[in-house]
């Protein structure tokens, strides 16, 4: 792996690109060769203001390549793609953020969706990614979980900007699987958003409660560790999490967009593919055949084996080959 040093070129604050080795904390349990070596390509941090709400993003590679913009899942951040995006970043623009009220971006009183997708243009345009290429290259979406929720969100008000969206293991079941699946229990993103975030006496302890939705092991341990520790921030009194529990805070039949997530993914405008973990719970073979039947035909649907929902952590390297080849492909 390889890259040119990004520069920023639009209207975002952003630090002096560097290794991101200092992720790898002694938190992280004997980290892979392959993981040093992708925390070793030089990126930027930085900031942007969008709607007044400052948001965290990285930003990787050659700022007069195509772009991409990686968004991450519900609860998750954006380092959920630092080391996917080193092996990209040869060949590309890359910017990932944390949407605001995960991560280390900041708080707002309510998450509409509305304000996610002008959350997404305003990363996108602040960072440079809409900044003219001399092929006339437009930047591509790539979004994990909740995140292509947004993403699909983002293409139906402004396809136009971007060249396509590659949805990485977005929940989508047919209606019956769904009311299997939820059964009884609240569906997921359901909790008190009046309740406010507990405070752990150590890292330890805290790091005792984190757990992936839903729950799996992890096919390379480190990344769980490193997944883990980012998750959490030190307070006073011991460690708590990122997360506002405002994010909990749902508009009225907000959940009904999962019962209808097919037939968006396949009306929705714009070029798009999709990625998922063949042994995930969430999207499946079934899935794939689900939304052929609803008229998505024309959807590459690619499944990564031994990999569950969280496929970037089973499967790093085979996730970012598999990005690597639609991207391509594309091009």
């Excluded at 990126?43 to 007069?64: E, H, K, L």
Aim: proline share 8%; net charge negative; hydrophobic share 40%.
């Amino acid at each position: 792996m390889s890259a040119q040093s990004p520069t920023n070129t639009g209207t975002g604050s952003a630090s002096t690109p560097q290794p991101a080795l200092d992720d790898l904390t002694k938190q992280v349990t004997a980290p892979p060769q392959w993981l040093q070596d992708a925390m070793s390509v030089p990126r930027s941090q930085g900031t942007v203001m969008a709607d007044g709400c400052p948001i965290n993003y990285f930003q990787w590679g050659d700022p007069t390549k195509p772009g991409l913009l990686m968004m991450h899942g519900f609860l998750a951040h954006a380092r959920c793609f630092a080391f996917i995006a080193p092996y990209l970043a040869e060949d590309y623009n890359i910017v990932a953020f944390d949407l605001s009220g995960m991560g280390d971006s900041g708080a707002r009183h309510s998450y509409p969706l509305e304000t996610r997708v002008d959350e997404v243009l305003a990363v996108a345009a602040q960072t440079g990614l809409f900044a003219q290429q001399p092929d006339g290259k437009k930047p591509t979406l790539i979004a994990h979980s909740y995140g292509g929720h947004v993403a699909l969100a983002v293409m139906e008000k402004a396809s136009d900007r971007f060249d396509g969206l590659i949805i990485c293991d977005l929940m989508t079941l047919r209606p019956e699987r769904l009311m299997a699946y939820f059964g009884s229990s609240k569906p997921p993103g359901s909790q008190d958003p009046k309740r406010k975030n507990k405070v752990y006496p150590d890292y330890e302890t805290a790091k005792g409660r984190f757990v992936l939705s839903p729950p799996q092991a992890t096919e390379v341990p480190a990344l769980f560790d490193y997944m883990a520790y980012h998750s959490l921030k030190q307070v006073e009194g011991g460690w708590t999490w990122k997360f506002d529990p405002s994010v909990f805070r749902r508009e009225t039949d907000q959940h009904d967009h999962v019962f209808k997530q097919g037939e968006t993914i396949v009306k929705t405008p714009g070029r798009k593919a999709l990625i998922y973990g063949e042994q995930s719970l969430l999207f499946d073979a079934d899935s794939a055949a689900y939304i052929r039947e609803l008229g998505g035909t024309d959807l590459p649907i690619i499944g990564i084996p031994n990999a569950r929902h969280h496929l970037m952590l089973d499967q790093p390297i085979a996730f970012a080959t598999t990005l690597r080849t639609i991207l391509a492909i594309w091009a």
